[in-house]
């Protein structure tokens, strides 16, 4: 599984690198442009807006890509003074802080890896690469890239340097390494407890046969936890999958619902928690979807509010059309706390809504933003034997995402929890609208 994730990242990572591979040839490219404008590389360069200037086209080229590049002269080797930047396109000017076109390089940069790369390209005639992290309230990483240019016509050094912000990148690698991270350490908990089992029951409680029936139930369930685990990281993979693909099968959410309601009745029973579902007529709550990811939806937020509820409590589950995103995402708890974990982008047009509520523990305020997160959990709950995977809402998450929708969480401590997951209406139902709010 964590090996199949890492294929995928890194065919993606491959992808990104050709492109950016091509994209810095031109740039190098139009950096010789920039430098032969009519045999004088400074006049090509200094006046980059000016139309009339040598170079002039390359120039506003130069300035309209977003990655920053600066050319830059060298006379001697050993005297700073010498390094100046005779070109700084409009985002290495934005980066760099520049109000001057042209200028010393060390006033201008002052990260000494980077002054060393540039060194390496101008006097060592030599590719030379380095990190450059930008300072600031927000900062960004960029790889530096500095290259060998021609020699100009004086006699001068000149070298390109380029920057390539990596700052996304870098992030995904991160987020990558922490959920690879996460994953086994959820994995190996269970398997640390089934080899501790294992080994006591072939040392000395081999002959114990009340200890022998109590372990083995104990590993069923912590085998079961690893099956269910399994499910959940295949769920998640295969919906980021195709989460930028949008689903083309029309679906009533009604009947997904029920279908979810009917596989959780045994569970509601063993549990004595009542389901009690209040859906539309059918073919009203028609959405543009994937059948099996909606019937998840709905079991991941039944399955929740059952694993929290009390004995004896109560859990509705209801669907509502016809609804805009405001009053989709508008609260029912007049005393509890309301974040939106998902937003989709254009909130305009009717939804389908479906809302699961449950008499609850409640999740405290400053719980509720990392709910979606990975492996997140509440600390100190009672979720009965079934304990969670952390995995649940990350997948309701990703399925109203793909489906263009939003989710809403409505909570308070002691008072139990409402989900809300908004999907757009098919287009034939969006125009009747059925008012049903309530
Ligand atoms: P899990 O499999 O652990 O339930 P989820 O991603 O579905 O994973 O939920 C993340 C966490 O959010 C849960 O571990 C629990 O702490 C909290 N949570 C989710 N749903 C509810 C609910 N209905 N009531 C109270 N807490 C909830």
Same mark, same amino acid.
């Given at each position: 599984?964590?090996?199949?994730?890492?294929?995928?990242?890194?065919?993606?990572?491959?992808?990104?690198?050709?492109?950016?591979?091509?994209?810095?040839?031109?740039?190098?490219?139009?950096?010789?442009?920039?430098?032969?404008?009519?045999?004088?590389?400074? *006049?090509?360069?200094? !006046?980059?807006?000016?139309? =009339?200037?040598?170079?002039?086209?390359?120039?506003? %080229? $130069? #300035? /309209?890509?977003?990655?920053?590049?600066?050319?830059?002269?060298?006379?001697?080797?050993?005297?700073?003074?010498?390094?100046?930047?005779?070109?700084?396109?409009?985002?290495?000017?934005?980066?760099?802080?520049?109000?001057?076109?042209?200028?010393?390089?060390?006033?201008?940069?002052?990260?000494?890896?980077?002054?060393?790369?540039?060194?390496?390209?101008?006097?060592?005639?030599?590719?030379?690469?380095?990190?450059?992290?930008?300072?600031?309230?927000?900062?960004?990483?960029?790889?530096?890239?500095?290259?060998?240019?021609?020699?100009?016509?004086?006699?001068?050094?000149?070298?390109?340097? *380029?920057?390539?912000? !990596?700052?996304?990148?870098? =992030?995904?690698?991160?987020?990558?390494?922490?959920? %690879? $991270? #996460? /994953?086994?350490?959820?994995?190996?908990?269970?398997?640390?407890?089934?080899?501790?089992?294992?080994?006591?029951?072939?040392?000395?409680?081999?002959?114990?046969?009340?200890?022998?029936?109590?372990?083995?139930?104990?590993?069923?369930?912590?085998?079961?936890?690893?099956?269910?685990?399994?499910?959940?990281?295949?769920?998640?993979?295969?919906?980021?999958?195709?989460?930028?693909?949008?689903?083309?099968?029309?679906?009533?959410?009604?009947?997904?619902?029920?279908?979810?309601?009917?596989?959780?009745?045994?569970?509601?029973?063993?549990?004595?928690?009542?389901?009690?579902?209040?859906?539309?007529?059918?073919?009203?709550?028609?959405?543009?979807?994937?059948?099996?990811?909606?019937?998840?939806?709905?079991?991941?937020?039944?399955?929740?509010?059952?694993?929290?509820?009390?004995?004896?409590?109560?859990?509705?589950?209801?669907?509502?059309?016809?609804?805009?995103?405001?009053?989709?995402?508008?609260?029912?708890?007049?005393?509890?706390?309301?974040?939106?974990?998902?937003?989709?982008?254009?909130?305009?047009?009717?939804?389908?809504?479906?809302?699961?509520?449950?008499?609850?523990?409640?999740?405290?305020?400053?719980?509720?933003?990392?709910?979606?997160?990975?492996?997140?959990?509440?600390?100190?709950?009672?979720?009965?034997?079934?304990?969670?995977?952390?995995?649940?809402?990350?997948?309701?998450?990703?399925?109203?995402?793909?489906?263009?929708?939003?989710?809403?969480?409505?909570?308070?401590?002691?008072?139990?929890?409402?989900?809300?997951?908004?999907?757009?209406?098919?287009?034939?139902?969006?125009?009747?609208?059925?008012?049903?709010?309530?």
């Amino acid at each position: 599984m964590a090996a199949f994730g890492l294929l995928i990242a890194s065919g993606q990572l491959a992808v990104v690198a050709g492109l950016a591979g091509a994209v810095f040839v031109a740039v190098v490219a139009l950096a010789l442009l920039l430098v032969a404008g009519r045999g004088d590389p400074v *006049a090509a360069t200094r !006046e980059p807006d000016d139309p =009339q200037a040598a170079g002039a086209p390359y120039a506003r %080229l $130069a #300035n /309209a890509l977003p990655d920053p590049i600066l050319v830059i002269s060298g006379g001697a080797a050993e005297d700073l003074s010498t390094r100046r930047y005779l070109f700084a396109n409009r985002a290495a000017r934005e980066l760099f802080r520049l109000d001057q076109e042209t200028g010393l390089l060390v006033a201008a940069i002052r990260d000494p890896q980077v002054l060393e790369a540039v060194d390496e390209a101008l006097f060592g005639g030599i590719a030379a690469d380095c990190v450059y992290e930008s300072p600031g309230v927000q900062p960004k990483t960029l790889r530096a890239h500095a290259r060998p240019l021609e020699t100009a016509p004086e006699g001068g050094r000149l070298a390109l340097l *380029a920057f390539r912000d !990596e700052t996304e990148l870098r =992030q995904v690698e991160r987020t990558r390494a922490d959920f %690879l $991270a #996460n /994953a086994s350490h959820e994995l190996r908990t269970p398997l640390a407890s089934l080899a501790g089992f294992i080994e006591t029951l072939r040392g000395h409680a081999r002959q114990d046969e009340g200890a022998r029936d109590r372990f083995l139930a104990i590993m069923q369930a912590q085998t079961e936890r690893m099956n269910r685990l399994i499910d959940d990281l295949m769920s998640l993979s295969r919906i980021e999958l195709n989460e930028h693909v949008a689903p083309g099968d029309r679906v009533d959410l009604a009947r997904a619902v029920m279908d979810a309601v009917d596989a959780a009745a045994p569970l509601a029973r063993q549990r004595d928690v009542r389901l009690v579902p209040d859906l539309p007529q059918a073919g009203t709550a028609s959405v543009v979807g994937d059948r099996d990811q909606l019937v998840q939806v709905a079991q991941n937020l039944i399955d929740n509010a059952l694993k929290y509820s009390p004995d004896g409590g109560a859990v509705g589950i209801r669907v509502l059309v016809a609804l805009t995103a405001v009053h989709a995402v508008a609260g029912e708890r007049p005393a509890a706390a309301r974040l939106s974990l998902l937003t989709p982008d254009r909130a305009e047009g009717l939804y389908a809504v479906l809302r699961v509520s449950d008499q609850g523990s409640g999740i405290a305020r400053e719980n509720l933003p990392r709910l979606s997160e990975r492996f997140y959990r509440v600390e100190g709950q009672k979720s009965g034997e079934r304990a969670g995977t952390g995995l649940g809402l990350a997948i309701v998450k990703h399925i109203a995402n793909r489906h263009r929708g939003g989710l809403v969480v409505e909570s308070a401590p002691g008072q139990g929890s409402t989900f809300t997951a908004y999907l757009p209406l098919a287009p034939e139902n969006a125009l009747r609208p059925v008012a049903k709010m309530s």
